[in-house]
């Protein structure tokens, strides 16, 4: 039967199958190819895990302590071996590029002229090894450039940083303090020195290990959405296009079985049909999985991966796997054959699917829940279940709430003609328009994700933090009175306040001690003021009281009308709070007095300008925008985005294939309908009215859920992690739009298309 049947009725159906199989590719592709990458990685990663960290015990701190320094020096006569990095904020300049990063200075064995980059300052600046950069005065020979930070504090990491031996320094404070500790007892030693001072943050080795597996963790998640999304757009394909392929074959099974054939053959021949036809992609979507994640690795900078007989086992057993779960897939498909009727089919009367698909429904959902389970044990990370979970909520979720809108639709009294029948149409066959917009939706998401969100993180980042600041630059110059004379004639410039910073000592109730930076303000210099959240303005009640900011309140417990136990120029004298400022993240452990007769200190510039253009004609000036950190976080999310673009767009390609089947096979099952349109002379041009509102709705319905649910997530996530309120630009999303209407446009094209070559009355004829 299956040779003198099923092996010719394939060629009837070449189309499906192709759109099908390609599908299924994909899909294969990319569920076997997330292993490999996570795989990959975490080898990448915890094979330099010791250098990652830089040494058994990493310390890193934001301002310096007494009882911390004197209990190292305790460390080093118990034989430890402790050394001492300072990161500063500053300019690196080459041709014509100046970036601002952060300058390291430690014993790293290098000459007086030699300097170290990380990667993606080095590429930024367009720098190689063996050229010159420009840091101050000082030229640097780049001798080295590290693809992945060692040794380094949190913030040079994000910003990009240079790590030399020599360097010539004023009364600079650094941002902050790296201390590594090599030894025994490491875990003893750690907790030792985070009672003395747990504002630092400590990281030993183990700590690092645990740090990669979190961020592996999150990645698994985060790829195993878009994975999610494949696997089940492909599971409705083959379920669909199975129940499709039984429909047009319901005659000619009708007849077998009056001729005697049992069920369980024709069950088996068309089971044997769709075996064939599903082994070669599956096999092909192995194959392509290997040099996909190669690729992607390739992109996110991990080069050196092998072919190794671990990666072989992997792929072969995914490939087991996934033609296990389409087998049986194909098994609980194929069980709709049982809904056919001899006698029912050969009269013309029409067929109740109903119970068939309920069967069917069920049986598929319990499966494919258990193998997204049974996949998350294959990829080794039980996080990915959780992305699983949430991305079979969120398709749940919508189902509903687009069934709902589509009922509001249909209820709606509607007295225009094509408005009325287009609304009636979505609603007999409202699951497949569900599916539709579903997986719209999903793909417009996902285009917003990978397109938009480094720039909505970064611009909600900058927004949120020039609220909560009078001014947007930070400029030093080696030349404070050129500066100031530029600030003065350049009509970019709204105003600029001059900060006068000296090094000093906060003394704590415990008798330890912090380095602090006091910053003196001449009245007539404080022309860009801070936002004060409580208390006074520095200018405002007793000379001889100070203003720290709400951050810093927090750290060390002292509110308005608390005291501040100083040394400044060798004298200790008790400040009492006036006020407490908003800092924005910026520079929050400033304290701010009024100047007392002379003022002292190294000059920092704090400048509201339209642009940078005022340094231009000012040599010696590093200046930093307060975006800088939104600029290092969408640096670091770069970094990921590049696998999550890729597969984002592999990802919509398997959607677009998913919605020309979906849209074909419903087509085909509308087409009787649109025969007896024609027959009763409304013509062709209100069908493609119909089809193209019917578009239209799709459209609407997706990008409404789309932009909704990021706009939300994206809400919720800035407020929690930065405290500020996301800001989307109209051109930000004008890109993902046009491809998600693009992407409409070319699965509706095929109806189009097919309504266009439509002649005759043939389905009208009473079948015998």
Not at 14 to 38: D, G, K
Not at 219 to 230: G, K, P, V
Not at 688 to 707: D, I, N, P, Q
């Amino acid at each position: 039967m299956f040779k003198l049947y099923n092996t010719r009725k394939q060629k009837s159906n070449l189309l499906l199958y192709l759109f099908v199989m390609l599908s299924v590719v994909i899909a294969v592709s990319i569920s076997l190819a997330i292993p490999q990458i996570i795989s990959e990685t975490e080898h990448f990663l915890t094979g330099q895990v010791e250098e990652l960290n830089g040494a058994d015990l990493k310390v890193e701190a934001t301002y310096a302590s007494s009882a911390y320094d004197r209990k190292l020096d305790e460390l080093k006569t118990d034989g430890l071996q402790i050394s001492k990095q300072s990161a500063f904020s500053t300019t690196f300049k080459h041709d014509e590029s100046e970036i601002l990063g952060s300058l390291i200075i430690g014993d790293f064995g290098l000459q007086e002229d030699e300097i170290i980059l990380f990667a993606p300052l080095a590429e930024e600046l367009n720098i190689k090894q063996a050229d010159q950069v420009s840091i101050g005065n000082q030229t640097y020979t780049v001798k080295d450039i590290e693809s992945t930070s060692r040794a380094v504090d949190g913030q040079s990491e994000m910003i990009g940083y240079g790590k030399v031996s020599f360097y010539p320094l004023t009364n600079e404070m650094p941002n902050n303090f790296i201390t590594l500790i090599n030894g025994d007892r490491i875990d003893e030693v750690k907790s030792e020195l985070k009672t003395i001072e747990p504002g630092y943050t400590y990281s030993t080795i183990e700590d690092k290990k645990q740090e990669i597996q979190t961020e592996l963790n999150t990645n698994a998640t985060t790829l195993n959405i878009l994975n999610t999304m494949s696997y089940i757009m492909t599971i409705l394909s083959v379920l669909s296009g199975i129940f499709m392929i039984i429909v047009q074959r319901q005659q000619d099974i009708a007849i077998m079985r009056l001729l005697s054939i049992r069920m369980k053959s024709i069950k088996k021949a068309l089971r044997m049909e769709l075996y064939l036809v599903f082994i070669i992609p599956v096999l092909l979507g192995s194959i392509a999985s290997i040099p996909l994640a190669r690729q992607l690795l390739v992109r996110s900078g991990i080069h050196n991966t092998e072919y190794d007989s671990s990666l072989i086992g992997r792929v072969l057993a995914g490939f087991l796997l996934f033609l296990l779960i389409y087998f049986i897939f194909i098994n609980i498909a194929t069980k709709a054959l049982e809904a056919i009727h001899p006698l029912f089919v050969i009269r013309g009367d029409n067929i109740s699917w109903k119970a068939s698909k309920r069967k069917v429904t069920w049986l598929s959902v319990l499966f494919a829940l258990l193998t997204l389970v049974v996949y998350a044990v294959y990829l080794g990370r039980g996080s990915a279940l959780l992305s699983s979970i949430v991305i079979v909520a969120y398709i749940g979720f919508f189902f509903v709430i687009t069934l709902w809108c589509i009922k509001l639709l249909s209820s709606l009294p509607l007295k225009n003609k094509l408005v009325h029948y287009t609304a009636k149409n979505i609603k007999a066959n409202r699951y497949a328009f569900v599916i539709t917009v579903l997986s719209l939706t999903l793909t417009s998401l996902f285009l917003l994700v990978g397109y938009t969100l480094e720039k909505t993180v970064r611009d909600s980042y900058t927004a949120g933090v020039e609220q909560k600041l009078n001014y947007n630059y930070l400029a030093v110059s080696d030349d404070p009175a050129k500066l100031e004379n530029a600030l003065k004639e350049s009509a970019e410039v709204d105003g600029y306040t001059k900060l006068y910073r000296q090094s000093g000592t906060l003394l704590t109730a415990q008798g330890s001690s912090k380095s602090a930076q006091i910053c003196s303000i001449n009245e007539d210099d404080y022309h860009i003021k801070y936002k004060i959240l409580e208390g006074e303005d520095v200018f405002q009640g007793s000379a001889d009281d100070v203003l720290i900011s709400s951050a810093f309140s927090e750290q060390i417990e002292v509110k308005v009308g608390g005291t501040l136990k100083l040394e400044l120029d060798g004298a200790t004298k008790n400040y009492r709070v006036k006020g407490i400022y908003e800092a924005g993240q910026v520079n929050p452990a400033f304290i701010l007095k009024p100047a007392v007769n002379e003022s002292k200190g190294s000059l920092l510039f704090l400048v509201k300008a339209d642009s940078s253009s005022f340094k231009e004609n000012v040599s010696g000036v590093s200046l930093m925008h307060i975006s800088i950190m939104g600029m290092a976080i969408m640096k670091r999310m770069a970094d990921f985005l590049t696998i999550f673009k890729w597969l984002c767009w592999i990802c919509i390609f398997s959607s677009v294939l998913f919605n020309l089947n979906l849209i074909y096979m419903n087509y085909l099952n509308e087409y009787k309908d649109s025969v007896i349109i024609r027959a009763l002379g409304v013509g062709k041009g209100f069908l493609y009215k119909h089809l193209g509102l019917k578009s239209v709705y799709a459209m609407l319905l997706s990008l409404l859920m789309s932009l909704g649910l990021y706009i939300a997530v994206l809400s919720l996530a800035l407020e929690v992690i930065f405290k500020v309120n996301v800001n989307i630009a109209a051109e930000t999303i004008v890109i993902p739009v046009s491809c998600a209407l693009g992407i409409v446009a070319v699965i509706f094209f095929i109806p189009f298309r097919l309504l266009q070559r439509a002649q005759g009355f043939e389905e009208l004829r009473e079948q015998v």
